[in-house]
């Protein structure tokens, strides 16, 4: 990967007037680099949800599940942005591993609702620990201030990212 702004390399050129132009080679790389960050910090939370018997986005489901108990399939999938289909084959899973319980709704048969069993209880304080386990190996050597500008640039990254797909 190029060096991002700061390390290396200067993402800007000087254009005609004297002032700075944005590289568009450079900004593909920038953008390249966030992907690959995401990716890995996946992966590392992946590997660290193994040890609770969990796989990867079953973590997101667990704690919207802490949050607010007894939620609907649909509701579950609009609140983590995915598709409810693969909302269904999550919480199956879930299901599967003793984590939740599935219910039909006692007022919409159309609706299903998902409660945490026991074992999906117990869980929440695992998949926080694995969280908070990955986040601080990510920022090791990471000094407060860059960890407040990274929080900052990436929270504008991600409104843009958001405003776009509107």
Do not use: W
């Not at 920022?139 to 960890?147: C, F, G, R």
Request: hydrophobic share 40%; proline share 1%.
């Amino acid at each position: 990967m190029s060096a991002i702004a700061g390390e290396g390399g200067d993402m800007a050129k000087k254009n005609k007037s004297g002032g700075n132009k944005r590289n568009d080679e450079d900004s593909l790389d920038l953008f390249a680099q966030l992907a690959a960050t995401a990716r890995h910090s996946r992966t590392l939370l992946s590997r660290q949800l193994l040890s609770c018997g969990l796989y990867a986005g079953q973590d997101a489901v667990i704690l919207a599940l802490d949050a607010d108990d007894g939620m609907s399939l649909s509701a579950i999938a609009d609140q983590l942005g995915v598709r409810a289909p693969t909302m269904t084959k999550t919480i199956n899973r879930l299901a599967a591993q003793g984590f939740v319980d599935k219910r039909g709704s006692e007022t919409d048969a159309r609706l299903s609702h998902v409660f945490l069993t026991e074992a999906g209880r117990d869980a929440v304080s695992r998949v926080r620990k694995a969280l908070r386990k990955s986040q601080r190996l990510a920022i090791e050597e990471m000094s407060s201030k860059d960890l407040k500008l990274l929080a900052k640039l990436l929270r504008k990254i991600e409104r843009n990212i958001a405003a776009a797909l509107e």
